[in-house]
């Protein structure tokens, strides 16, 4: 139980036949939890081998979803300079995609107010011509 895994050893096990993950820098061996899992196994085989913290929390997972955890614990992840930390790269990329899509909004914004602009101009320009008339 008290056993300390490095980051290498947890990532050998990355297949249904062994999985393990890393949750808050301990080691789970999810391989029987995976057909009971109510998300689907299809999710725990993607983070199979690799920190699942940021994933496991990003679902809002129950307390009872917690507890489940204790029993599957193998030991404590040592973790070594230059290991990945958890979530470091997938939030990276969080924050490109969040990026892309706030300056899509910036650029849909522009878009309708210079639109609205051109109207009120147009609108403008043809009251003149009406009264010019
Ligand atoms: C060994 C670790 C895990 C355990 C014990 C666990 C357990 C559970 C439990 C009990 C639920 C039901 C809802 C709840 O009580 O919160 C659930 C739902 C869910 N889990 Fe996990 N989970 C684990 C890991 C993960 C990971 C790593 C992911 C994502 C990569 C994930 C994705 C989901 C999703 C998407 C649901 C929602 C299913 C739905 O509402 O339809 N789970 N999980």
């Given at each position: 139980?008290?056993?300390?895994?490095?980051?290498?050893?947890?990532?050998?096990?990355?297949?249904?036949?062994?999985?393990?993950?890393?949750?808050?820098?301990?080691?789970?061996?999810?391989?029987?939890?995976?057909?009971?899992?109510?998300?689907?196994?299809?999710?725990?085989?993607?983070?199979?081998?690799?920190?699942?913290?940021?994933?496991?929390?990003?679902?809002?997972?129950?307390?009872?979803?917690?507890?489940?955890?204790?029993?599957?614990?193998?030991?404590?992840?040592?973790?070594?300079?230059?290991?990945?930390?958890?979530?470091?790269?997938?939030?990276?990329?969080?924050a490109a995609a969040n990026a892309d899509a706030s300056s899509i909004g910036v650029g849909?914004?522009?878009?309708?107010?210079?639109?609205g602009l051109l109207s009120f101009f147009a609108y403008q320009y043809t009251q003149k011509?009406?009264?010019?008339?």
């Amino acid at each position: 139980m008290s056993a300390s895994l490095s980051y290498q050893d947890v990532a050998g096990h990355n297949t249904k036949d062994s999985l393990y993950m890393v949750i808050h820098d301990k080691v789970y061996d999810v391989t029987k939890f995976v057909d009971e899992h109510p998300g689907g196994e299809e999710v725990l085989l993607d983070v199979g081998g690799q920190d699942a913290t940021e994933a496991f929390e990003d679902v809002g997972h129950s307390d009872e979803a917690r507890e489940m955890l204790e029993p599957l614990l193998v030991g404590a992840l040592d973790r070594q300079p230059g290991d990945p930390l958890p979530g470091k790269s997938s939030s990276s990329s969080y924050a490109a995609a969040n990026a892309d899509a706030s300056s899509i909004g910036v650029g849909m914004y522009a878009f309708v107010f210079i639109g609205g602009l051109l109207s009120f101009f147009a609108y403008q320009y043809t009251q003149k011509q009406a009264i010019a008339v």
